[in-house]
T-cell receptor, first 114, second 113 residues
Framework: DVKVTQSSRYLVKRTGEKVFLECVQD?????MFWYRQDPGLGLRLIYF???????EKGDIPEGYSVSREKKERFSLILESASTNQTSMYLC?????????????FGPGTRLTVT | GDSVTQMEGPVTLSEEAFLTINCTYT??????LFWYVQYPGEGLQLLLK?????DKGSNKGFEATYRKETTSFHLEKGSVQVSDSAVYFC????????????FGAGTTVTVRA
């Protein structure tokens, strides 16, 4: 079974803090993704990575950055957290075999910025 | 751009009732279509998928048929259980942007005993 793990289930940070969300997958997948989930908006793609050290912006990259130094690990960074970044953050991974291949999701990190 | 529209919830049903969640999409070409489910406190997991027109995806008693003519992928289950209480997301993966999933807003389903 594919396993995608995220470093924290719940996180509370203060406005202006730098926040790191970590994601690790154990299936040697090339592609990894960060989404945020908000009620009524579904999931929106923040960033994705298709290889080590490679990244692409998703639909809502503003206020975020990412890092992928190793194939299994993909980090989401909030350089200066703001209250409008309070959300559920989901990491996903996927192999590299065409557009019908499913994404596997981690359990999510619920981030609250006060 | 590519997009998915699914019926708004919340939906509340009694056990053994019939469930339908409508999903329509906008995309060029032939996208792949997915239903994901999120149980309370968990991440998303794939429920079923269909990759070409007229395909039927099925799993755990749920079914959905890829209808190109109506650009729809409605989810159905004939007899729901309390354990089906979850948030359901319709999603598509477009031919030309196959790395990306576009999600609907999600439909919260609650099944009462």
């Amino acid at each position: 079974d594919v396993k995608v793990t995220q470093s924290s289930r719940y996180l509370v940070k203060r406005t202006g803090e730098k926040v790191f969300l970590e994601c690790v997958q154990d299936m040697d997948h090339e592609n990894m993704f960060w989404y945020r989930q908000d009620p009524g908006l579904g999931l929106r793609l923040i960033y994705f990575s298709y290889d080590v050290k490679m990244k692409e912006k998703g639909d809502i990259p503003e206020g975020y950055s990412v890092s992928r130094e190793k194939k299994e690990r993909f980090s989401l960074i909030l350089e200066s957290a703001s209250t409008n970044q309070t959300s559920m953050y989901l990491c996903a991974s996927r192999g590299d075999r065409g557009h019908n291949i499913e994404q596997y999701f981690g359990p999510g990190t619920r981030l609250t910025v006060t | 751009g590519d997009s998915v529209t699914q019926m708004e919830g919340p939906v509340t049903l009694s056990e053994e009732a019939f469930l339908t969640i409508n999903c329509t999409y906008t995309a060029t070409g032939y996208p792949s279509l997915f239903w994901y489910v999120q149980y309370p406190g968990e991440g998303l997991q794939l429920l079923l998928k269909a990759t070409k027109a007229d395909d039927k995806g099925s799993n755990k008693g749920f079914e959905a048929t890829y209808r190109k003519e109506t650009t729809s992928f409605h989810l159905e289950k004939g007899s729901v259980q309390v354990s089906d209480s979850a948030v359901y997301f319709c999603a598509l993966s477009a031919e030309r942007n196959d790395y990306k999933l576009s999600f609907g807003a999600g439909t919260t389903v609650t099944v009462r005993a």
